[in-house]
């Protein structure tokens, strides 16, 4: 029993049933869907082809007792699910008993939760109380701590720093001190016992976002998530860009290696001034990224990826230093990269098949991951295939006239409905701009209420009569020759989505599709073949499945094979992070995963051209 | 047959009998010792209880056709030996046919020859030539190499300089490459085939003399070797200053660190100069000290050798890149240090012990060390006694009033005979100074000549009478306030051996001899039971085991059982360079030994005060 007002989720929760609800209750995701029964006798099971009730996932209520769809079940929802009962558990309130069926999908999670990860990281502590030297015992200092550490660290290696540092340590801690491995190195020794502490930084460096993510390794839990925009978008706004100024400007690789760094440092300072977390016990740091990231993070020329056979220097795991690379962890730290797939795809797609378990699914999946690349998964435990494409920054906000990161007084939702405009921004701020999720949304809303045409050009004079038309017609405007739509006008300044907004998202979408046609063709399957599709991106808020169906993003599955998941490769990270198993499992998807070169195909373009209309 | 005028080591090595001759024909070593047969049947075999004729050692001539004993035959060996046809091989000139016979210890060097060191060094190249990238072959240039490198160096490891050098080097060495590894780390990539060609360091780093040796390692030969005084010494002549200076001056240790660097890169230059080798080839160093100088060199606070309990910050071997200590080979390159057994006695004494193989005997042998600390170990096959003493620099020429290294225009050899002063000086120029062996040389013969009493005093008062007699005194001189000993009158300025020099001595002798009492009492036997006393040392000359004996340094044990090595610390250094196997071996030696702090000994100052005498 709960009382009446609560959500689905928490009347669920109660019962000791586990919803998956990855966007956390913010009715983004849609994946926490359940059908509410009609109000006939309970004995008459759940309806909908998709529903398979599972003993225990019932509960029984009065029939009818909740209150009407709202608006993100509306937007997340066709009406034809809605009719059917099809509730967000996350939106929809009870006000008595109701009988809710819960399908199976929604209660597997899409992405690998964090709890179910064991923590086995690559740092590990051991205390020990060494016995002090005397003439007795008068061996070296290093022979008396590989002694005590043996049965717990065996054959680790000491740095020349530490090796320095040695005989000064060993006495100002009396001798009773904390040993830190990463891997098979000797990275700190701090007095007394600390095994209870010990962090490591995660880290998804996109082309446009950054998200660093401060994980604690004892326990396995995200102490907090920091997204900064990469400092190298003052050398240019896609990776093509960044490599031409690596390649041809003297001292371009390391500016932009010194940004990529300070941009994650910077991220850094903020999660240590909120957590308290001390610096020196962060020992390492696992970053993943697409090819040109990676490259360019390890100082390493990314020529080769920007031409024919667009080979990489590097796909295996690098392991360096944090203080080789300016990580601003404890110096003697490591900094891991998870290994590169080919071309463009790198460890950051690496990150989402580990995150998403794609890899040990039987059916088959397709995993987007939206960035200023998108980077396109397809397969399962018996093969996996992958692409990328160009799709510029769009669904980061960039390049996009009112675009912006999802930080307070971003737009994350549009719903046009009855001749208005509903948003939804985050922090509830007034609105100031759009994020990818907002923009998304805004296409799609336009489309449906047939403000859009086919070919994406925006149609004021199709809007027809009546009171609400007018009301939307008044929205039309013009930025200097731009035609636009004012989404939202009790701002400081109003928030205009531009023509040019959507030719931006086209050509996005347009590049993504296309992907996903070669990669099915090359598969040698159908769109209704694949499971599920997930949406990933470190774009900091869940895109809405209905909006990207609609703009035609994705093939024109059931609603309920299309799930947000949010920064999957940001998670993937943290699980590499988290355990050495795991990052064994990420070499082997590395290995197995068969890239498609994109650029490579005559069939591309044409398909690219095709897939342009919405 | 050979020509009439030619040595015995010619007529052995013309007759395929290989002698020993460690000091190259310079009539020092005394080590090349053969017994001519007296002129009777060549029936008869050899006499004197020392030599075992072996079959195919006898050599048939006509008896008695040989120039008699040259001067350093008749210093090297007693009045007896001499009578009973002792000769030294290099030295001994036939004019027609003698029967020799070659006693084993002649045969057995007392140090392994290098030519017996199978090259297994932990440098190894590969010639590689790989496939160019192509869009059927568009794996990254890491995994390319790696693919190639499989079959000969697998598993290497991939530095991150080496890793932003590589898409510069695959194209530019047009993908016909040769891969250099040290260990498992790749260290270098070169144009074309030059697997022939892979240099290495030898360095022995001693408190005031420095030894560096430049090794080729595909042959096994040394190709050079230069020696320098230690640049530390201007932080003080011995350990015990230069650890104070270490400990208590601000940036202290700094400074000793790079003086020893500074030192070792002096000899590397002269030695690149004079070889034509190229820096980039030598991509290991290994280096021997003692533990001060090992932990001086390696930027290790030494503070703790200094006092009770003695222990030093680390005993097991160090290794790290060349560029972090600023060694001058190629800064990827290896140093690697030998390890250090306890106390003072460092990985220069486990060297002596590795080039000597004092470890694989079934015989006792006693090896010393003799530099600024007076290494000595005592032992065989199943165990293994060190200590260490602080002879001071008198044996390397220091602090003697005209001391010098063994460099042209140093005395190095004395005979008092018949009323005269005979000298060998370095490069056969004037004489302009003494070194150590000279100064151990021209101690034993004054003692010889009656000139100095038993406790170490010049005696002028008691040389007898007569013409030969009044010649010596002639040479007794005195430098302000000190009794002098004028060694030579004709260069630009008279060489004098002062009182002072010969306490300097005393103290060095006593100290080390006192050494050797205590490891004969810890290991429970008498003197005459050290099969062989082994003299090394890396003062640039090998010294006289007669007046070594004369001067009391070693115990009164026949001098065929004395050999000098020269600079054993060194070629051990090289063999551990040369193979991977012997500095296993090493490690098992400094494991193995068994330290004696002599510092802890209540005995020693009494033993040491009893060993002053003469």
Same mark, same amino acid.
């Given at each position: 029993?709960?009382?009446?007002?609560?959500?689905?989720?928490?009347?669920?929760?109660?019962?000791?049933?586990?919803?998956?609800?990855?966007?956390?209750?913010?009715? !983004?995701?849609?994946?926490?869907?359940?059908?509410?029964?009609?109000?006939?006798?309970?004995?008459?099971?759940?309806?909908?082809?998709?529903?398979?009730?599972?003993? +225990?996932?019932?509960?029984?209520?009065?029939?009818?007792?909740?209150?009407?769809?709202?608006?993100?079940?509306?937007?997340?929802?066709?009406?034809?699910? !809605?009719?059917?009962?099809?509730?967000?558990?996350?939106?929809?309130?009870?006000?008595?008993?109701?009988?809710?069926?819960?399908?199976?999908?929604?209660?597997?999670?899409?992405?690998?939760?964090?709890?179910?990860?064991?923590?086995?990281?690559?740092?590990?502590?051991?205390?020990?109380?060494?016995?002090?030297?005397?003439?007795?015992?008068?061996?070296?200092?290093? =022979?008396?701590?590989?002694?005590?550490?043996?049965?717990?660290?065996?054959?680790?290696?000491? %740095?020349?720093?530490?090796?320095?540092?040695?005989?000064?340590?060993?006495?100002?801690?009396?001798?009773?001190? =904390?040993?830190?491995?990463? +891997?098979?190195?000797?990275?700190?020794?701090?007095?007394?016992?600390?095994?209870?502490?010990?962090?490591? $930084?995660?880290?998804?460096?996109?082309? @446009?976002?950054?998200?660093?993510?401060?994980?604690?390794?004892?326990? +396995?839990? @995200?102490?907090? !998530?920091?997204?900064?925009?990469?400092? &190298?978008?003052?050398?240019?706004?896609?990776?093509?860009?960044?490599?031409?100024?690596?390649?041809?400007?003297? +001292?371009?690789?390391?500016?932009?290696?010194?940004?990529?760094?300070?941009?994650?440092?910077?991220?850094?300072?903020?999660?240590?001034?909120? =957590?308290?977390?001390?610096?020196?016990? !962060?020992?390492?740091?696992?970053?993943?990224?697409?090819?040109?990231?990676?490259?360019?993070?390890?100082?390493?020329?990314?020529?080769?990826?920007?031409?024919?056979?667009? &080979?990489?220097?590097?796909?295996?795991?690098?392991?360096?230093?944090?203080?080789?690379?300016?990580?601003?962890?404890?110096?003697?730290?490591?900094?891991?990269?998870? *290994?590169?797939?080919?071309?463009?795809?790198?460890?950051? =797609?690496?990150?989402?098949?580990?995150?998403?378990?794609?890899?040990?699914?039987?059916?088959?999946?397709?995993?987007?991951?939206?960035?200023?690349?998108?980077?396109?998964?397809?397969?399962?435990?018996?093969?996996?295939?992958?692409?990328? @494409?160009?799709?510029?920054?769009?669904?980061?906000?960039?390049?996009?006239?009112?675009?912006?990161?999802?930080?307070?007084?971003?737009?994350?939702?549009?719903?046009?409905?009855?001749? /208005?405009?509903? $948003?939804?921004?985050?922090?509830? %701020? *007034?609105?100031?701009?759009?994020?990818?999720?907002?923009?998304?949304?805004?296409?799609?809303?336009?489309?449906?209420?047939?403000?859009?045409?086919?070919?994406?050009?925006?149609?004021?004079?199709?809007?027809?009569?009546?009171?609400?038309?007018?009301?939307?017609?008044?929205?039309?405007?013009?930025?200097?020759?731009?035609?636009?739509?004012?989404?939202?006008?009790?701002?400081?300044?109003?928030?205009? $989505?531009? &023509?040019?907004?959507?030719?931006?998202?086209?050509?996005?979408?347009?590049?993504?599709?296309?992907?996903?046609?070669?990669?099915?063709?090359?598969?040698?399957?159908?769109?209704?073949?694949?499971?599920?599709?997930?949406?990933?991106?470190?774009?900091?808020?869940?895109?809405?499945?209905?909006?990207?169906?609609?703009?035609?993003?994705?093939?024109?599955?059931?609603?309920?094979?299309?799930?947000?998941?949010?920064?999957?490769?940001?998670? /993937?990270?943290?699980?590499?992070?988290?355990?050495?198993?795991?990052?064994?499992?990420?070499? &082997?998807?590395?290995?197995?995963?068969?890239?498609?070169?994109?650029?490579?195909?005559?069939?591309?373009?044409?398909?690219?051209?095709?897939?342009?209309?919405?």
């Amino acid at each position: 029993m709960v009382p009446a007002g609560s959500t689905l989720l928490a009347a669920a929760a109660a019962a000791h049933v586990a919803i998956d609800a990855p966007c956390g209750d913010r009715g !983004i995701c849609g994946k926490c869907k359940v059908q509410v029964q009609p109000p006939v006798s309970s004995a008459d099971g759940p309806r909908g082809d998709t529903a398979k009730p599972t003993p +225990g996932n019932e509960a029984t209520h009065t029939p009818a007792a909740i209150e009407p769809p709202t608006l993100p079940e509306i937007s997340l929802m066709s009406p034809e699910e !809605i009719a059917a009962g099809w509730r967000l558990a996350c939106q929809a309130r009870v006000t008595g008993d109701v009988v809710v069926s819960v399908p199976e999908r929604t209660l597997q999670p899409a992405v690998v939760p964090l709890a179910e990860v064991r923590p086995r990281p690559a740092v590990r502590k051991a205390h020990l109380r060494l016995p002090e030297p005397s003439l007795e015992d008068p061996v070296a200092d290093v =022979t008396r701590l590989r002694r005590a550490l043996e049965p717990k660290l065996s054959n680790v290696q000491v %740095s020349l720093p530490l090796l320095r540092a040695l005989p000064r340590l060993l006495p100002s801690h009396r001798y009773d001190l =904390t040993a830190v491995a990463v +891997g098979e190195r000797l990275v700190a020794l701090e007095p007394g016992d600390t095994t209870d502490r010990a962090f490591g $930084l995660a880290v998804d460096l996109g082309t @446009t976002s950054v998200v660093v993510i401060l994980v604690d390794l004892v326990g +396995g839990q @995200t102490l907090g !998530i920091e997204s900064r925009l990469n400092g &190298q978008a003052n050398f240019g706004a896609d990776v093509i860009s960044r490599i031409t100024h690596a390649t041809t400007q003297p +001292g371009g690789l390391e500016e932009l290696q010194r940004a990529a760094v300070s941009t994650i440092n910077s991220a850094l300072e903020s999660l240590l001034h909120r =957590t308290g977390v001390e610096r020196d016990m !962060i020992y390492e740091a696992v970053v993943v990224g697409n090819s040109c990231m990676n490259h360019l993070f390890l100082g390493v020329d990314p020529g080769s990826l920007a031409s024919a056979p667009y &080979q990489p220097v590097v796909s295996e795991p690098v392991s360096c230093t944090a203080s080789e690379l300016g990580v601003a962890i404890n110096p003697m730290g490591r900094v891991y990269t998870l *290994p590169n797939i080919a071309g463009f795809v790198g460890s950051d =797609t690496v990150a989402v098949i580990l995150a998403t378990a794609m890899h040990r699914s039987t059916e088959v999946k397709l995993a987007i991951d939206l960035g200023t690349n998108g980077e396109i998964v397809l397969g399962n435990r018996n093969r996996l295939l992958t692409c990328s @494409t160009a799709a510029g920054p769009a669904f980061e906000g960039a390049r996009i006239t009112f675009g912006m990161r999802a930080a307070p007084g971003a737009i994350e939702r549009v719903w046009i409905h009855h001749g /208005g405009v509903k $948003l939804q921004v985050v922090g509830d %701020s *007034p609105p100031i701009g759009i994020c990818g999720s907002g923009l998304l949304d805004a296409v799609a809303q336009l489309k449906n209420a047939g403000l859009l045409n086919g070919t994406g050009r925006l149609v004021r004079a199709e809007v027809g009569d009546g009171l609400s038309a007018s009301t939307l017609r008044e929205r039309f405007t013009r930025i200097g020759d731009v035609e636009g739509f004012v989404l939202a006008r009790r701002g400081r300044r109003p928030v205009v $989505l531009t &023509q040019q907004d959507i030719r931006e998202l086209q050509l996005a979408k347009g590049a993504i599709r296309a992907g996903i046609s070669i990669l099915l063709k090359e598969y040698g399957i159908g769109e209704e073949e694949i499971s599920e599709v997930l949406l990933a991106g470190a774009f900091g808020s869940y895109i809405n499945p209905a909006s990207a169906r609609a703009i035609g993003l994705v093939p024109p599955l059931p609603i309920e094979r299309i799930t947000a998941v949010g920064n999957a490769a940001g998670q /993937g990270a943290v699980m590499a992070l988290l355990s050495t198993e795991l990052r064994e499992e990420a070499i &082997q998807i590395a290995t197995r995963a068969e890239h498609v070169e994109l650029s490579a195909r005559p069939d591309f373009m044409e398909q690219f051209v095709e897939d342009l209309a919405l």
